[in-house]
Every structure is written in C-alpha cells, then in structure tokens.
C-alpha cells in the first residue's frame, strides 16, 4: 500500500512539471509571435519611393536645430502623396542627403527614397539618385 502511493505521489509530480512546461513553451512562444507581429508592422511601414525633386535645401537658423528639407513629388507608386511633400533629412546624415538631392534636381534625374509615410513630417532613411 506504501508503494502505490508512491508511485502515485511520483505521477502527479511528473504530471505537473509537465504542466508548467507545456505553460512555459506556450507563454514563450506566443512571446516570440508577438515579437515577430511588432517587428513586421514596423518594417511594414518604410516604403521605397520613385520621386522627383521640387526643392531641397537647408533649414532654420540655429546650427543647432537647424536641418535640411527636401519637397519631393511621387512618381512611382503615384498615390503614395499628392503634390509636393516635405521631408525631413536626419541632421547627421545632412550633407550626404542633400548632395543626392541637388544632383538630381539640377540633372533632371529622379531618385528613389525609403521614408516611412505614417509619420506626420517623415524623414528620409535613404535616398538614391537614379539614371
């Protein structure tokens, strides 16, 4: 009688662990669903853009502060705006951006931009002049 009691006491040790396993597989993976789910939403966001330059140029008159703005017009896809848009150059990446820019608003050339268009003022995350 001793024994089977035992054994029992064993059983429903084993069952349990088992249990908080079977929890723990299941929180981790529904963590990493919800990691993946945010990454992608987050990526999903930043598009690549066929555009044609209207203005670039610096802005403000703080050094500071102060950043550079480039009005593009979208080409392909078409819809992504309507007109003229203004976006934002990230200061440290200010020379670079703006070169790009009068390269192809003084050669007629258009270029393509990654930006992510949820935002209310975007800022360019890259800009490629095109042949």
Do not use: H
């Amino acid at each position: 009688m001793n024994l089977s009691s035992k054994d029992n006491n064993v059983t429903q040790g084993t069952t349990i662990k088992e249990a908080d396993m079977r929890t723990r597989k299941a929180m981790f993976i529904l963590f990493m669903v919800g990691c993946l789910a945010a990454f992608s939403a987050v990526a999903a966001q930043a598009a690549w853009i066929t555009c044609t330059v209207d203005q670039v140029g610096p802005s403000g008159t703080n050094v500071d502060t102060s950043g550079c703005r480039i009005f593009l017009t979208a080409v392909d896809p078409a819809d992504a705006w309507v007109g003229s848009k203004e976006f934002k150059i990230s200061p440290n990446r200010g020379k670079e951006f703006l070169a790009a820019a009068l390269t192809a608003l003084a050669s007629g050339k258009q270029v393509r931009v990654n930006v992510n268009l949820a935002t209310a003022m975007p800022t360019l995350g890259a800009i490629y002049v095109q042949k």
